[in-house]
T-cell receptor, first 113, second 118 residues
Framework: AQSVAQPEDQVNVAEGNPLTVKCTYS??????LFWYVQYPNRGLQFLLK??????LVKGSYGFEAEFNKSQTSFHLKKPSALVSDSALYFC???????????FGAGTTVTVRA | GAVVSQHPSWVICKSGTSVKIECRSL??????MFWYRQFPKQSLMLMAT?????????EQGVEKDKFLINHASLTLSTLTVTSAHPEDSSFYIC??????????????FGEGSWLTVV
């Protein structure tokens, strides 16, 4: 069975500073990893994914994530955070056979002006 | 990116009645759709997986007679909460997987539907 862990419930950063949201995963085979963002009372928006290829994945809204196989991590990063990045972020791993997503508990990001 | 539409966004119903939530893939054919439930400030809980033209597969602990799922076409899945009770009040989110290509590996989510049972 696959799973992901998001060790931080909350991340607070000042606008313009780098933002990192941590995620570690556990899978039996090759990981298919995803990041989604959720704004209040809204569905999930897809940010980026790692399936294969380059370890550094670039996604929407200036976000990127680095796949690290040795550390089983897939941390989400943004070089310069915006107040509008304040939201709930979910890391997810997909089962390779039936496409089910397993989500982390979520990390609330607050970017202060 | 691909668009998944959910309707209604908000619904209030009386205890004991049934309510239907629709999930549509607007610009791609969704071979598989998923239904999730989310409690405030918590993660998503997968309820069931539905494939077009076949019966849904429910996760352990989810009552299939209470949460009826129909996936009649490649662009539409519906979740019907039957005999709703206040404890069914929640945020329900659907997601869809495309038939293949670049949309096949990514799961796209709807905007969610708030259900309040009074």
């Amino acid at each position: 069975a696959q799973s992901v862990a998001q060790p931080e419930d909350q991340v607070n950063v000042a606008e313009g500073n780098p933002l990192t949201v941590k995620c570690t995963y556990s899978v039996s085979g090759n990981p298919y990893l995803f990041w989604y963002v959720q704004y209040p009372n809204r569905g999930l928006q897809f940010l980026l994914k790692y399936i294969t290829g380059d370890n550094l994945v670039k996604g929407s809204y200036g976000f990127e994530a680095e796949f690290n196989k040795s550390q089983t991590s897939f941390h989400l990063k943004k070089p310069s955070a915006l107040v509008s990045d304040s939201a709930l972020y979910f890391c997810a791993v997909r089962d390779t056979s039936d496409y089910k997503l397993s989500f982390g508990a979520g990390t609330t990001v607050t970017v202060r002006a | 990116g691909a668009v998944v539409s959910q309707h209604p966004s908000w619904v209030i119903c009386k205890s004991g009645t049934s309510v239907k939530i629709e999930c549509r893939s607007l610009d791609f054919q969704a071979t598989t759709m998923f239904w999730y439930r989310q409690f405030p400030k918590q993660s998503l809980m997968l309820m069931a997986t539905s494939n077009e033209g076949s019966k849904a597969t429910y996760e352990q602990g989810v009552e299939k007679d209470k949460f009826l799922i129909n996936h009649a076409s490649l662009t539409l899945s519906t979740l019907t909460v039957t005999s709703a009770h206040p404890e069914d009040s929640s945020f329900y989110i659907c997601s869809a997987r495309g038939a293949g290509g670049s949309s096949g590996n990514t799961i796209y989510f709807g905007e969610g539907s708030w259900l309040t049972v009074v």
